[in-house]
Structure formats: structure tokens, C-alpha cells
């Protein structure tokens, strides 16, 4: 059906390649010997002409591919050339647009566009003519003395665009540009950019642009990649074939991003039309870890979701929902991941659905949520389920937190260790399978009477 | 890893260091003891230097200029120190851990037992001429005022963010452009606090190593420090004298305040890393004065402004800057051989440091290690107390000053200045009323520590009371808490992560305090009380070095344990618990 808007897309193999990447991966060596696989072994290229927008959900190594193509970043294996030369060697020509902006607020406006030219020796007074045209180009004329934080957070991003650029950079390389921003500015300047782009203005060859927003990624790119995690690799990668500028109500674009969010939603199931070059490769599935990987969501926020449901009468299309709720997809992903690792729910092409117990949860007041959700902690999740028993096993009922960071980075990094730990005492907390004292560092066995004071204070 | 950076002298790492790098470390710091009291006693024979010191006020000016200049030089030299070695620990993750081991145990030694064997060093090294004895104290001020300030640029260089060190490397920075648009900028304000804390820790030291007996001889170098001491050591008292020296040695702290350190923190304002722009800024008449005679500054700022360009130019045409430098680019790798070699080297040092301390220790005798501590214990009881005592009084009257945001604003600057003046210039003048109210050492001493360390402790927690967020405190107020109740649930709490950074800058002040507190000359009477400062001092009266070795030893152990023990448990409580966000 996608083949009416999308077509696939042959590795192109031209002259006109500006980046290649080839068998690029990411891995971190732990100390027993085994690795952490971030990214699989991946190909890859940037041709002139092109708006890559690459999606995926958060752990799938979106910024750290895009680190990867500008040189930021060596590849644990593989190579990534620019030209056909290896990238370390190569005088490339990038740029990036932080999510955060990064500018220097110590340096005005025009200071931090000159910066990138005083790097490369330009002398001050083309420096300064390019400069005051590029801040001209993106609407910033009149603010070149102006210090980052005396302008709204939009006009900061132009300022990032206008640094990015004055370098004229073969590729310009986005790091999530717009997320930082409200909802108008970030339309705004999107369609600015296509601007620039359409008509020629910025003299680039190629865009490449990291987002969680599907709708973004439909509205600006000619090509789509998506990423999928554990380790992340390329899950699907086509070409979007719908004219600028384009109309979000039209039903082709609401297709497309319907399909993709299909895609995103089934992380068990390879997209129906799964790229030739992917087959064979070792992926490592979630069910083969000995621990699951938690999405890092609220127990408040599952139980909003199940309730929310309850009243659309149990099933909803996960576009709508979040649609519906303002939800960057980003945002509410991890909470139907939990949901649906806890036995709350199903996901089926884009639609959740309550199971039994999620219907059970989302009717029950709050004492009676905490009994099920404990009930499904405990049978669901591994982590929990070990720091339950543990507690109950040791004579003084405490377990340091040490004890279990050491099983679980055998598996993960160490910045995702700390996450998971901080994701299971959250909902151990909720479900009052356990208390953990901060200040030691140890889980701890909740004694009766604070029970019975949390249980009354819960229900107030 | 990581450092805390606070405002205080003395900054509590989180140790993830294996313990036998503090033992070695400190063998290594044995070896340079002694290496300098080897070249030192060598060299004793040659003439030296005791400028007789001049009881006429007339002679205030040109002291008070020597002094400074010292403490100038001192700072420069911190200053170069501590960029360059937060440089090297920040970029080199092989030798990171070592580093900052070493700053750890380095900030923990009371520099004060340093003074015997850095003066016969440093004359040495310059026989018969006043240079010698002039860098030896410039030596020791240096020591006391550059280890906060490499902690805490080397804290900065790690906590800039990511996103920032990467545009940095995609826009091609040279190492020279980030130093100046992205490493030096973000670290001034912590830099310039820090420099205030240290210059104010210079001038203790400094007043305190312009004049002191060894063995027979009894060195003087003309300086507020040697005219102070010498006023209150004649008799009878020189009252006169003594009042005029404080009054210049207050007036050059004031007038250091006004010209150089409220300009710079208001210059510094534009280097915060925020987003938004504050409502609270520091202003400076000085600083703005500047500003408006743009003719005054413009030239040196042209001048270096084509300097700059020529160096970007010729930079930019290397050829190794031409490609983006991965973040994650492995070092060289012939440097694991380097590593090795320095360990052995390292080892070695550790070796003769240690043989070399057990040669000299083996001449004391069961009694002196007894008394040794004794006098441990007689100290660490009096730091207690004074700590105590500070608190006691402080805590009230700093959240008075906090609830207060009027009274905050004259009279926080004030503490500022007051806690700046040094403690060593206060004590012969507290000492003399001391002696006339018929109080001895004993007691008399806590106060002493009092007045060096009670001014950390009050200035932190004005800043603990004045950041308790105002609905907080509605709060308690709508809900009619009592007294008591205030005082447990918001207040005490509130003020807990500001009261520890300020105790373990006054506990560590204390310490070294304690060498000049318990032992003291006046007139022609020695005043001693039981102590292991005093016992310190004692020491290089007399030039006993192998007492003098093992009290240093001691009390840096004290320090680092206490520390370990105390100190920096109840910073992570206050990291964790009591940390107020948002």
C-alpha cells in the first residue's frame, strides 16, 4: 500500500555521494568482556540534493549516528568517507544545528556567526561581511550586538542556523533543531527552511536532520530513515515522493506518517516490506536479554494512560492519542511501552487496546492500582521481581543498590544502568514493593507501620 | 569524575581513587620534604638576610608595598599554576585520577610545617641575597592559595556542556579559540571567586611567614606581616604601632575589594551560563567608569586585537586543524610506556622519601609520640570547639541577615571584607588583650581559631538563607508553624548544604590556624599551650625535623580523616537530601 507515496531506495553508489558510511557501529567494551552494542553494523550515504530526516525511538542512537556521519564521533568499527576519502583525514565541511542552540553567551549575535570563520583564518573584514548577509538571510538584521539571552528562544535557533551556514557547509547536519521551541516558532522556521532550501539560498548540498516528530520528518524530508534499538539499525529507509510544499490534511501525508508510526509501534515485527540488505543481519531482540530494557515512564503516567482509555472505550489509535493529548511521540511511547510490558495493554497496527488487568487497574481506586500494578511488576519485570525476592531473602532486609548495577551493566551502558535503576525504583516505590534509601543507597524492605502511613496518606 | 565547586578554600572531591595513590602520594610529598631540608641545612653556613624592622609609621607605605607584591606574585604564578594543572587533569584521563589525588592530599597539608624546610631551600638556591628568602615566602603564600583555584577551574573544564564542546570541534576551534571563546569564559566566574577566597588565604599566610624564629636565627623580611609582629613583640607593647598596621592592612583589603574584585564580578556577569537573563547583579562604579572612558581601554584592546588575528591566521593554516577532531579520539598510544616509566619514577621517589623519614624518626622516643598525641587530641578537641562556638553564634544571626534582604544587602559585601581580613594580623592585638585580661593560651587560642574560621561559616550561611525559596517560607507561615518548627523542618534544612561548605572551609582553616594560635612570641615571653600546633611550631623554634615531620604528618592525617569521615558524608547528604531544586 505505501508504495503509492513511498518507493524504496537503492544504496546510491554515484560519484555525487558526499558521505558514505560503510559498516559503521557502535559498541562499549565492558570490563567482562562483553560489549555494548549501541548500533549495529550499519551503510549509510548522503547524496547532493536531499532533505534525510531520521527517525527513531529514544535509545536507538539517532544523535550518536549523526555524530558518527559529521565526524564528531569514530565509529567502533566501519568507516564513514567523505568524497571516498576516511573522514579523519578529510577537510569536511559541516555543520551543525544543536537541539540546546549551543551559542556562546559571552559572545553577541554576530560574534558567534564570525566565530566559525575566525577558526578557518578568514581575515575580519570578509568575516564580517559574510556574517552581517547570513544573520540578514535568516532575519536577524539589527541584532548582531544583541547577547543569546536577550532573545527568545527562536531567534536563538536563527542564530544557530545563521552559524551553521556562514561556513557554507557542503552538508548541514540537525540535531533535533526545533524540539526546544513552542509549537508556532518551530512551524515557523521549519517553513523558512524549505524556503532557503527551495529557492537555493543556503549553500547547501544536503540536509540531514535527527527528529522524534514523524509529522516533521514527512513535512521537510525527501528521504526517510527509521531506526529501531537494542542495538539500533536501520529499520526502514525510503524515499518520500510528495511535492512542496506539502498539506499535513492531505490524505497521502496522513498516510505516510500513519505507516510510519506502524512501524515505530512494532518493534517485534520487521516492516512489511524489509529492505533487502538488512536480512541476515544479527540483531539483538529484547527478549533474548536476560533483563528487559524499562522504558523510562511513571507509574502516574500509565495510570492516566489506562484511564484515559477507559473513557475512549478501551481502544484508540496511537496517532490520535497523541494527536489528541499534544504528545510529541517521544513523550508517550515509553508509557505505552510500559503499559504494555506490565500486561495493560496490547498494540496492534498503531491501535492499544486494554487487556483485562489494564481495565481491572483503570476502574480501581488507588490502593487497589498499587495491589495490580504489584502483581504485575512482579510477574513482568525481571529487575523488580530479583530486588523483591533479595529483600525478603536477607536477614536485615537491605540490598544495595550496587548489587544489582553490577548484574545489570553487563548489559547496558553505564549512563543507561543508572536510568534503568532510577526507572525500577520508581515503580518498586509505587508498588510498594520496596523503599530505597537515597542518602545509602540501598533498597530497603518497607516496615509495616510506614506502610500502613503511606497507604493512609495515599488514599487521602 | 567530579568536584564540587563551591565557594570555600578547601573543595571536597568525590573519591574514586584506590587508596594506595593517597599513600604514595604522600610518600612522594616526603621525598620533596625532604629533599628541601637536605639542600636547605646544607647551604645553612651562608650569610642570611634578618632585615632589622622599623617601628616608625613612616615606614608603613613602603612595607605595605612589599607585602603586596608578594602577595601579587604569589597569586600570578597560583593563577598560571592552577589553569595549567586543571588543564592537563581535564584532558588527560590517564593521568586524571593522580592528579587530582594529589590536589586532594595537597590542600589537606598544613602549609605552615612547609615554612623551615621552603625558606632554607629557597636561600639556598640564592645564597646571601634577599631573592632567596623573598621566593621562599612567595613559595609558601603560593601554596596556600593555588589549590582551590586549579580544583576549581578543573571542575568548570568538566562540567561544559557537551552540545558546546561539540560545536566547538565541528566549527573547527583551534585549541587557542576554545581556551579564549569557550574554556576561560566558562570558568571565570568560579575562577574569580575562588581568587578572592585564595588572595584572602595569601594574606594569612603571608603575615604569618614574614617573621619567624629557626633553630637560633631569626628571620625577618620587611612587610605588614614582620611590622605587625614586631609592634606587638617589643616592650612594652607598641599599641600605636600595631593599631596604624591594621588599619593599612585594612585598608588594602577594602580598597582590593572596591577596585579589583566587585569589578570583576560585575565584568563577569556576562559569563554566566544562562539562558535567561538574572535579576541580581553586582555593580561596580569602577567597572562603569571604565566603560564610559572607552578611549582608556580601547587602545590595549586594538593591540591585542590584531595580535589575535595574526595567531588565528596562523593557525588556521595548519594543517591538522583542517579535519573535525572526533570527542572520543583515543590518545597516543606510546603513552601507557610513558605511564609505566612515571610510575617507576614515582616509586623510586616514594622509596628514598620513606627511607629517608625513618633515618630521621628513628631518634624520637616513645614520650614524644606520646605527646605528639596528646597534643593531637588537645587540638583537634579545640578546632571542635571554636567550630561549634561559630556555628552557635552564626547560624542565627547569618538567617537574620538572610530573611532580611535589606539588611543582606549592606551587610553581606561587609562579611565579605571582614572575612578577608586575615585572622594571623588580628591575633597579636586579641593576644595582648589577652594577656592583660589574665587568660591563657589554652583558651585563649580557641578564639584565635574563631576569629579565622567564623567568618566561612557566616558569609555561607547568609547565601543558605537568602536561596530558602520565598513560597517555602509562606508556607510555614500559613500554616502556622511554631518556632521550633520552622526552625526544624525549613530552615536547618534549607541552610544544610551551605552550613556544610562553609564548615569544611572553616575545619580545614582551623587546622592551620592552630600552628600560629598555640604558640606565640610577645615581648620576650614565649606563649605555649599543650597542642600539636603548637608543638609544630615548637619544632622549627628549635629545628627539631624529625618532631616537626611527624606532627605535619599527623595533622595531615587528622585533616584528610576527618575530612573522609565527617565531611564528606554529610556533603552528600546535603547533596542528596537537602538539595533544594528549581
Same mark, same amino acid.
Given at each position: 500500500m505505501q508504495e503509492t507515496f513511498a518507493t524504496r531506495l537503492e544504496t546510491p553508489a554515484g560519484n555525487g555521494t558526499i558521505i558514505r558510511a560503510e559498516g559503521i557501529e557502535k559498541y562499549y567494551a565492558q570490563p567482562s568482556q562483553n560489549r555494548i552494542q549501541v548500533i549495529a553494523p550499519t551503510d549509510l550515504s548522503i547524496v547532493p540534493g536531499e532533505i534525510v530526516a531520521l527517525l527513531g525511538p529514544s535509545g536507538s542512537g539517532k544523535s550518536t549516528m549523526l555524530r558518527m556521519l559529521s565526524g564528531l564521533s569514530q565509529p567502533s568499527a566501519g568507516q564513514v568517507y567523505w568524497h571516498e576519502r576516511p573522514i579523519q583525514h578529510a577537510a569536511a565541511n559541516v555543520s551543525i544545528v544543536f537541539q540546546s542552540f549551543a551559542?556562546? =553567551?559571552? &559572545?553577541t549575535v554576530l560574534e558567534n556567526v564570525e566565530a566559525p570563520l575566525q577558526a578557518r583564518g578568514v581575515p575580519a573584514s570578509q568575516r564580517r561581511e559574510r556574517s552581517l548577509k547570513m544573520l540578514d538571510t535568516v532575519g &536577524? *538584521?539589527?541584532?548582531? %550586538? %544583541?547577547? =543569546?539571552?536577550?532573545?527568545?528562544g527562536g531567534m536563538r535557533q536563527r542564530v544557530g542556523f545563521a552559524r551553521a551556514l556562514v561556513v557554507e557547509p557542503e552538508v548541514l547536519f540537525m *540535531?533535533?533543531?526545533?524540539? %526546544? &521551541?513552542?509549537v508556532l516558532t518551530a512551524e515557523n522556521l521549519r517553513s523558512e527552511l524549505l524556503e532557503l532550501w527551495a529557492k537555493k539560498?543556503?549553500?547547501?548540498?544536503a540536509v540531514f536532520l535527527v527528529t522524534h516528530n514523524i509529522e516533521e520528518a514527512v513535512l521537510l524530508a525527501d528521504r526517510i530513515i527509521v531506526l529501531g534499538r537494542?542495538?539500533?539499525?536501520?529499520r526502514t529507509d525510503f524515499k518520500v515522493q510528495l511535492t512542496?510544499?506539502? *498539506?499535513?490534511?492531505s490524505e497521502a501525508f496522513t498516510q505516510l506518517v500513519d505507516y510510519i508510526y506502524k512501524v515505530l509501534t512494532r518493534p517485534d515485527i520487521a516492516p512489511a516490506? %524489509?529492505?533487502?540488505?538488512?536480512?541476515?543481519r544479527r540483531v539483538r531482540d529484547q527478549?533474548?536479554?536476560?533483563y528487559q530494557m524499562l522504558p523510562h515512564a511513571r507509574p502516574g503516567g500509565v495510570a492516566g494512560l489506562l484511564e484515559l482509555l477507559v473513557d475512549r472505550g478501551g481502544q484508540e489509535d496511537i496517532y490520535r492519542l497523541a494527536d489528541d493529548l499534544a504528545f510529541e511521540i517521544d513523550d508517550l511511547l515509553p508509557i505505552v511501552d510500559a503499559a504494555q510490558l506490565l500486561g495493560f495493554l496490547k498494540v496492534e497496527e498503531g491501535d492499544v487496546a486494554l487487556t483485562e488487568s489494564g481495565t481491572e487497574f483503570a476502574n480501581s481506586e488507588i490502593l487497589r492500582q498499587k495491589e495490580i500494578f504489584r502483581d504485575a511488576a512482579e510477574k513482568n519485570v525481571l529487575l523488580l521481581r530479583q530486588i523483591a525476592r533479595a529483600l525478603e531473602a536477607k536477614s536485615d532486609h537491605t540490598v544495595p543498590e550496587d548489587f544489582f548495577l553490577d548484574m545489570l551493566d553487563e548489559q547496558f551502558s553505564e549512563d543507561e544502568c543508572q536510568r534503568q535503576m532510577e526507572t525500577a525504583i520508581t515503580w518498586g516505590r509505587y508498588a510498594e514493593l520496596f523503599d530505597f534509601d537515597a542518602s545509602k543507597r540501598r533498597f530497603v524492605l518497607p516496615d509495616l507501620q510506614e506502610e500502613e502511613a503511606a497507604m493512609q496518606e495515599g488514599g487521602e | 569524575m567530579r568536584v564540587q565547586n563551591t565557594f570555600g578554600r578547601s573543595l571536597v572531591a568525590v573519591r574514586n581513587w584506590p587508596f594506595f595513590m593517597d599513600l604514595m602520594i604522600a610518600a612522594c610529598g616526603l621525598a620533596i620534604f625532604f629533599g628541601m631540608i637536605r639542600i636547605g641545612t646544607y647551604w645553612l653556613s651562608s650569610p642570611m638576610p634578618e632585615a632589622p624592622i622599623s617601628h616608625?609609621?613612616?615606614a608603613l607605605p613602603l612595607y605595605a608595598f612589599y607585602s603586596i607584591v608578594r602577595i601579587g606574585i604569589a597569586y600570578l604564578l597560583s593563577l598560571v599554576f592552577a589553569v595549567a594543572y586543571g588543564y592537563i587533569a581535564a584532558y588527560n584521563p590517564r593521568v586524571e585520577a593522580w592528579m587530582i589525588a594529589v590536589l586532594d592530599i595537597l590542600q589537606s597539608?598544613?602549609?605552615?610545617?612547609?615554612l623551615p624546610g621552603v625558606m632554607l631551600a629557597m636561600m639556598a638556591l640564592v645564597p646571601g641575597h634577599q631573592l632567596g628568602i623573598e621566593m621562599g615566602s612567595i613559595l609558601l603564600i603560593f601554596t596556600g592559595q593555588v589549590w582551590n583555584m586549579a580544583f576549581s577551574f578543573y571542575a568548570s573544564l568538566k562540567s561544559i556542556p557537551r552540545e558546546m564542546i561539540e560545536a566547538s570541534r565541528i566549527y573547527r576551534y583551534s585549541g587557542w579559540q576554545r581556551f579564549w571563546q569557550l574554556e576561560m569564559p566558562f570558568a571565570a566566574i568560579g575562577l574569580i571567586w575562588n581568587s578572592i577566597v585564595s588572595v584572602a588565604g595569601g594574606w594569612f599566610f603571608l603575615i604569618a611567614c614574614e617573621m619567624f624564629p629557626l633553630g637560633n636565627r631569626f628571620f625577618r623580611l620587611p612587610g605588614l606581616g614582620s611590622y605587625l609582629q614586631t609592634a606587638a613583640s617589643a616592650s612594652p607593647v607598641d599599641m600605636h604601632g600595631l593599631m596604624w598596621g591594621l588599619a593599612v592592612l585594612v585598608l588594602i583589603i577594602v580598597a582590593t575589594d572596591q577596585l579589583l574584585w566587585r569589578p570583576l564580578i560585575a565584568w563577569s556577569d556576562?559569563?554566566?551560563?544562562?539562558?535567561v537573563e538574572s535579576s541580581t547583579r553586582v555593580s561596580s562604579p569602577l567597572l562603569a567608569l571604565i566603560h564610559r572612558s572607552s578611549r582608556l581601554v580601547q587602545l590595549p584592546a586594538r593591540i591585542w586585537g590584531t595580535l589575535d588575528e595574526h595567531i588565528y591566521q596562523m593557525l588556521a593554516?595548519?594543517?591538522?586543524?583542517?579535519s573535525v577532531k572526533p570527542m572520543d579520539e583515543n590518545g597516543p598510544g606510546g603513552s601507557r610506556m610513558l605511564q609505566a616509566g612515571l610510575a617507576i619514577f614515582g616509586g623510586l621517589v616514594a622509596l628514598w622519601g620513606g627511607t629517608e623519614a625513618y633515618h630521621l624518626i628513628r631518634g624520637v622516643t616513645w614520650l614524644d609520640i606520646r605527646l605528639l598525641f596528646l597534643g593531637a587530641g588537645a587540638t583537634f578537641l579545640r578546632v571542635n570547639a571554636s567550630l561549634a562556638l561559630a556555628a552557635a553564634w552564626t547560624i542565627p544571626v547569618g538567617v537574620m541577615i538572610g530573611f532580611n534582604p535589606k539588611m543582606a544587602k549592606i551587610l553581606q559585601p561587609v562579611t565579605q571584607v571582614v572575612a578577608s581580613v586575615p585572622a594571623t594580623a588580628l591575633f597579636p592585638v586579641l593576644l595582648v588583650g589577652l594577656i592583660r585580661l589574665g +587568660? +591563657?593560651?589554652?583558651?585563649g587560642s580557641i578564639a584565635l581559631m574563631l576569629l579565622g574560621t567564623q567568618w566561612y561559616i557566616l558569609f555561607n550561611i547568609i547565601a543558605g538563607a537568602m536561596a530558602i525559596p520565598s513560597d517555602l517560607k509562606e508556607a510555614a507561615q500559613l500554616y502556622r508553624f511554631t518556632r521550633w518548627q520552622r526552625w526544624k523542618t525549613l530552615i536547618l534544612p534549607g541552610i544544610f548544604p551551605y552550613l556544610i561548605t562553609g564548615m569544611v572551609t572553616a575545619s580545614g582553616g582551623a587546622w592551620n590556624a592552630s600552628i600560629v594560635a598555640e604558640y606565640f612570641h610577645i615581648g620576650h615571653q614565649t606563649l605555649e599551650t599543650m597542642g600539636l600546633g603548637a608543638q609544630i611550631s615548637a619544632a622549627t623554634d628549635s629545628g627539631r625535623f624529625s618532631t616537626l615531620l611527624l606532627a605535619t604528618v599527623l595533622m595531615a592525617l587528622m585533616v584528610v580523616t576527618v575530612n573522609r569521615l565527617v565531611w564528606r558524608r554529610l556533603y552528600r547528604l546535603a547533596e542528596t537530601r537537602y538539595k533544594l531544586e528549581g
Open positions: 551559542l556562546f =553567551p559571552w &559572545l &536577524l *538584521d539589527g541584532f548582531e %550586538a %544583541a547577547y =543569546p539571552k536577550e532573545l527568545s *540535531d533535533e533543531p526545533f524540539s %526546544a &521551541l513552542d539560498t543556503m549553500p547547501t548540498q537494542n542495538p539500533g539499525h536501520i512542496q510544499p506539502r *498539506d499535513r490534511k516490506e %524489509a529492505p533487502e540488505q538488512q536480512t541476515g527478549r533474548q536479554m536476560r | 616608625s609609621i613612616r597539608i598544613p602549609v605552615l610545617s612547609f556576562k559569563f554566566k551560563f544562562e539562558q593554516t595548519r594543517s591538522r586543524d583542517i +587568660g +591563657g593560651l589554652g583558651i
